[in-house]
């Protein structure tokens, strides 16, 4: 089966750096996408993830290790619009099918 | 470019009643998805068509769901007889053709609540 584990909650100021951490476990791993979702909004695409390392676009960076099953999102320079769920999603298998993850709200305080 | 458009986008309906989500996909997106958002399980797939054909409903909760993708630019999911349990966000998705890193496309989502 598909397991996706990630924090429920954070909270971090303003201006900082923070990590969300994930890890899956999934047969057939193809890759993870990082989406990020607004309240009361829908989800929108952030990264994807399919070779070992770290990539970095703008102020956000997702990281992957397939060894350990385990990936992280970064964000720097913390601004009060990054305050929103952020859910990590396993792609597995054949097609384009994602098993998501709770999510992570993710609160910015001044 | 229009996104994936939902309809409605808020339901208010009483239990028993047969309710029926729309939805767009992108022009030119093969694969469909429907999920179901809630605060305790997240965000589930509860189906998704590759050109037009149902891949994988291993995870429609019961046979009160239903979804049709009668063509390429419309997909419904319906629910019959609807339950309170199933009051939750329902999102739609549609993403290009490939096998791999094609990130999905979401809808603003139906908010169905059931009395």
């Known amino acids: 089966g598909q397991n996706i584990d990630q924090p429920t909650e954070m909270t971090a100021t303003e201006g900082a750096i923070v990590q969300i951490n994930c890890t899956y476990q999934?047969?057939?791993?193809?890759?993870l996408f990082w989406y990020q979702q607004h309240a009361g909004e829908a989800p929108t695409f952030l990264s994807y993830?399919?070779?070992?390392g770290l990539e970095e676009k703008g102020r956000f960076s997702s990281f992957l290790s397939r060894s350990k099953g385990y990936s992280y999102l970064l964000l720097k320079e913390l601004q009060m619009k990054d305050s929103a769920s952020y859910l990590c999603?396993?792609?597995?298998?054949?097609?384009?099918?994602?098993?998501f993850g709770i999510g992570t709200k993710l609160q910015v305080i001044p | 470019d229009a996104g994936v458009i939902q309809s409605p986008r808020h339901e208010v309906t009483e239990m028993g009643q047969e309710v029926t989500l729309r939805c767009k996909p992108i022009?030119?997106?093969?694969?469909l998805f429907w999920y179901r958002q809630t605060m305790m399980r997240g965000l589930e797939l509860l189906i998704y068509?590759?050109?037009?054909?149902?891949?994988?409903d291993s995870g429609m909760p019961e046979d009160r769901f239903s979804a049709k993708m009668p063509n390429a630019s419309f997909s419904t999911l319906k629910i019959q007889p609807s339950e309170p349990r199933d009051s939750a966000v329902y999102f739609c998705?549609?993403?290009?053709?490939?096998?791999?890193?094609?990130?999905?496309?979401f809808g603003d989502g139906t908010r169905l609540s059931i009395l």
């Open positions: 068509f590759n050109n037009n054909v149902p891949i994988d």
């Open positions: 999934t047969s057939g791993f193809n890759g």
């Open positions: 993830n399919v070779l070992d």
């Open positions: 022009s030119g997106h093969d694969y």
């Open positions: 999603a396993a792609h597995s298998g054949g097609y384009q099918k994602v098993t």
């Open positions: 998705a549609s993403s290009p053709p490939g096998v791999s890193n094609q990130p999905q496309h």
